[in-house]
């Protein structure tokens, strides 16, 4: 296990590397002559070689490659040109809604995917069965973009004054404030370190803040906030677990062993949710895992229609608005998020399925 | 082309038996036929193709032309079609007029032929790239194996979206910001390529991500064949390793490829259509779905037609090749066959 585990570690350290080397490509051809992008078109050769040595832009590439490379280790992510913040400051503040966001479309995909994979898989060829076949392929080909425009057409503005409104974007509604749980315990920290980052980092976490803090007013205005940009980020991830769920599920009720289960009695819930779903768990668990990538694609699109502050919308600002910092450190943050989530997702599967560490 | 073979008992007195040979890929071809979701799929792309083939004929307005001061007709005007009860003293429009008084139908339809386009030349590009690269790879072995793949992995380990839209960025960036290098595309360049470049580089974009997992199937596919006796048959006969691998190991390589690549083609006109709605694929006036979702996304509320449908119709396109995709995947599986 530990050989496999080194091995998997050892395979992602240059996919890292190479994480770095476009992040640092990106960084510098998407702003195109970073000077002129923030100081403006008019600004004089004179001004620019200013502002190039000023941000180390006149040294050879493969330096600035290094210098990158070395501020990033030092957690130093350098300063937005558009906020003239820090990176990570702004990380602090805006990934919390992604975090939420992403978590509660899995959540509400694994919890409406699942039990419908297994309905399908044991009323097979049935009418169930091609209902939820035909609903998974319907929601995997749906621009999420248009199921977010339409889910807010629908909960918005049809349902206006009916109890099953719900607001078509933010994360809170005016006048509403999630007061941060250490402010609201009397916690201080000592200036600004990796507990107090990590502490705020929390806080922006509205519903888990306001779950600490016991604030019922601020936990239901923010999950009501949360429905609609989570249901249009949960479909297709939904959709592909159902699949997954099906497809896992009935090769494991054709095994040997849950004929014998069956034969020798037991209960078909008990054969079905004890006996089967255990083994046929393992490849939806590694789904589930993997749509972390989907979800991120849908962050973007969903926080942009809801108009939701998270760190997809913001990529995609920096992106047109060409500042570099945050299109640099964003870039590293979130692949190599990614990296680990799937380094693992890849360890935990083999820990897991013996078959495969012993490989 | 492999082929099966069954022998045939002959009636008795008959001298030895005959075998009787098929083609494996008209076995899938049957059994696709077979297949519901194989059958819906193409039943909705044939529909899809003919829409875009006929778009001159099919639409009554041209796509583009703004009807103010042609018809007496207000902007975001809601759908009126007179069989089913819209007065005839309005123009019928069967699907509404958008924010510049033009015919919403006339525009899917030839709409239909830009992400048709797209969907196919995206695509088609990767695969193209995706199989060298991950035939390469798989049958050289080693350290080239490596890099490649390692590579690959580089590319899949950012999301999908994020990568698309700052590759679409930065050729924006680098072709438009400079002007040597725009006049040269617009003297190089048909003048409808050069005007629609949004879009061309919408499509790099797409074709670049999507590139590591058509090398992935490849590769996983060269490695399992590779060491099959008849590859190692034609090797020691002589045979040069690229004639080896273009003539016997990669069109065993190609139904899953087939697979992967008619559902790539839903993914891509999805991924397109997701750039233009955050403005960086198609722009103004193309006729593209997810353009014309951008264009009207603000009137939601009043106007909600404009978004309807040509979200109706991404989802028709992708499902199809959804479905296409399934059916295929169930009749080239070879654990299957026979």
């Known amino acids: 296990m530990y050989k496999y585990a080194i091995r998997r570690i050892l395979h992602a350290l240059p996919v890292l590397f190479g994480v770095l080397v476009l992040a640092f490509i990106l960084g510098r051809i998407v702003p195109g002559n970073p000077c002129k992008a923030i100081l403006g078109e008019k600004a004089t050769v ?42 990570v400051q702004i990380l602090i503040e805006r990934l919390p809604m992604t975090v939420e966001l992403g978590m509660a479309g899995l959540l509400i995909a694994s919890i409406i995917g699942i039990p419908l994979g297994i309905i399908s898989a044991v009323r097979h060829n049935s009418a169930i069965d091609l209902s939820t076949m035909v609903g998974a392929n319907i929601g995997v080909s749906m621009p999420v973009f248009w199921l977010g425009l339409m889910l807010a057409y629908v909960f918005a503005f049809l349902l206006k004054d009916t109890p099953f409104w719900l607001p078509p974007s933010g994360r809170v509604s005016a006048g509403v404030t999630a007061v941060p749980f250490y402010e609201v315990y009397g916690w201080e920290f000592a200036g600004e370190g990796v507990v107090s980052n990590v502490a705020e980092f929390l806080s922006n976490m509205f519903i888990l803040n306001s779950l600490i803090t016991l ?49 020798k009695g037991l209960v078909d819930r008990r054969v ?8 046929a768990l393992l490849p939806i668990v590694t789904i589930i ?57 890849d360890l935990s599967y083999a820990f897991l399925d013996p078959r495969i560490r012993l490989d | 082309m492999a082929t099966t073979t069954e022998n045939k ?35 909705v792309l044939a529909f899809l193709v003919l829409v875009a083939i006929s778009a001159p004929l099919i639409a009554p307005y041209d796509p583009n032309r703004s009807l103010i001061g042609v018809e007496d007709i207000r902007k975001r005007t809601p ?31 030839f709409g239909a032929r830009i992400s048709l386009f797209v969907g196919f030349v995206t695509i088609g590009s990767a695969v193209i790239v995706g199989t060298v690269l991950g035939a390469f790879a798989g049958y050289v072995g080693g350290w080239v194996d490596d890099v490649i793949m390692r590579i690959m992995d580089v590319l899949l380990a950012f ?36 005007n629609q470049r949004g879009l061309v580089y919408a499509m790099f974009a797409i074709a670049i991500v999507s590139i590591p997992a058509y090398a992935r199937v490849i590769r996983s596919t060269v490695l399992s064949i590779k060491e099959e006796e008849y590859v190692s048959a034609a090797r020691s006969i002589g045979n040069r390793p690229v004639r080896i691998l273009f003539l016997h190991v990669l069109p065993n390589a190609f139904p899953p490829l087939i697979v992967v690549a008619t559902l790539g083609i839903g993914g891509a006109i999805l991924e397109t259509a997701a750039l233009s709605f955050l403005g960086l694929g198609a722009q103004p006036p193309t006729p593209e779905w997810g353009s014309m979702l951008a264009s009207e996304r603000n009137q939601l509320f009043s106007a909600p037609h404009l978004v309807l449908f040509p979200g109706l119709a991404i989802m028709l396109t992708v499902l199809g090749f959804n479905l296409l995709g399934d059916g295929l995947r169930d009749a080239l599986d070879p654990r299957l066959r026979l």
């Not at chain 1, 200013?50 to 300063?79: C, M, S, T, W």
């Not at chain 1, 920096?318 to 680990?340: C, H, K, N, S, Y």
């Not at chain 2, 309005?90 to 339809?109: A, I, K, T």
Request: charged share 20%; hydrophobic share 50%.
């Open chain 1, 272 to 279: 079905i949710l004890v006996h089967a779903l255990k083994n």
């Open chain 1, 46 to 87: 004179e001004v620019c070689e200013k502002f190039d040595r000023d941000h180390g832009l006149d040294r050879p590439i493969p330096i600035q490659f290094l210098a990158y490379v070395g501020e990033l280790a030092r957690g130093d992510f350098g300063n937005s040109l558009r906020f003239n913040r820090s990176i």
């Open chain 1, 289 to 345: 895992g993997l749509q972390l990538g989907l979800v991120f694609s849908g962050a973007i699109l969903t926080e942009t229609i809801f108009s939701l502050s998270g760190v997809g919308r913001t990529m995609f600002e920096a992106i047109t608005a060409r500042d570099f910092p945050i299109i640099q450190g964003f870039t590293v943050v979130i692949a190599t998020a990614f990296i680990l989530i799937n380094l693992v997702v």
């Open chain 2, 9 to 43: 008992a002959l009636p008795i007195g008959s001298i030895g038996t005959r075998s009787h040979s098929e083609n494996l890929w008209l076995v899938a071809i049957r059994r696709l036929f077979r297949q519901r979701s194989g059958v819906a799929g193409m039943i």
């Open chain 1, 215 to 263: 604030d019922w007013e601020v936990l239901r205005d923010a999950i009501t906030h949360l429905i609609l940009p989570s249901v249009a980020l949960a479909t297709i991830p939904m959709a592909i677990i159902a699949r997954m769920t099906r497809s896992s599920m009935l090769q494991v009720l054709g095994l040997d062993y849950v004929r014998t289960a069956r034969a």
């Open chain 2, 79 to 109: 759908p009126c079609v007179h069989a089913l009860g819209c007065s005839t003293d309005e123009p019928q429009h069967w699907m509404g007029v958008d924010g510049n008084v033009r015919d919403v139908f006339s525009r899917l339809v």
């Open chain 2, 159 to 194: 999301p999908f979206l994020l990568l698309t839209i700052a590759i679409t960025s930065a050729l924006r960036t680098l072709f438009d910001n400079n002007e040597g290098l725009e006049d040269a595309f617009k003297s190089a360049l048909p003048e409808f390529v050069f």
